[in-house]
């Protein structure tokens, strides 16, 4: 089945919005991503332990290292909050690896800004208004999609229909990464802030001009990790964003060592 007879299988489902089934449908399958782990105070990754190593969706390389297991593990639902450069960082690398992903109720998603960050558009589709039940529609897209980001608009999900739902995302190998509203039970928490931002004029220009590159703290929390945080560059090269460490933050302390070649902590 083509991606094309595939999207429109999907279509079909979500307009009938169909009882929560467990039918198989074809997917086209991305290679799994196994990424070593880095031990924090060292650069160093340490040999894969096949225990507790999973199949991932690819992230940022840089951010990759701060992650349990180099990425967003399948079958698994995770939740992201704060500046959007994060959000957009992680689909576009889902898509620029193989992989296939739904955007759902995000009516603000950046699409320019996503391929700035490398996303390929063949591989990603939108729903901006997904009606009265988006939690359906994102469950039923899990079937097919590699990642779905869901926007619940405020909501908060009851932790029976959660359970389903992640459930759901085990049995199909997808994720689902929810944003702006509550999920409980989700695997990983990231939350972003812009820390600075350079590129616009000052004096007389004050304002004016192209974002040349920000600093982006991300901290990390979740079942299978102590608490992380590192702080990333994002920068325009060639027409495209790149992501590369941008200092240690001290969790406790607060404080930014001048070391640029961790981005994990205890």
Known sequence: MTLSERVEHLRRRMASVPARGETRSVRQPIEPVIRPRVEPGSSVPRAVDPVRSKAVLAVPPALATMLPYGGLARGSVAAVSGAGSLLLGMVAAVTASGGHVAVVGQPRFGLLAAVEMGAELRRLAVVPDPGEDPVEVAAILLDGLDLVVLGLGGRSVPPSRARAVVARARSKGATLLVTDGHWDGVELRLDA??????????????????????????????????????????????????????????????????????????
């Open 193 to 266: 802030e812009v820390r600075s931002y350079n590129g616009f004029g000052t004096g007389v220009r004050s304002g004016r001009g192209r974002l040349r590159n920000l600093q982006l703290e991300v901290r990390a929390q979740g079942k299978a990790m102590r608490p992380r945080s590192g702080c990333f560059d994002l920068r325009l090269e060639r027409g495209r964003i790149e992501w590369s460490v941008a200092a240690q933050v001290d969790s406790t302390t607060g404080n930014v060592s001048a070391e640029t070649d961790l981005a994990v902590l205890a």
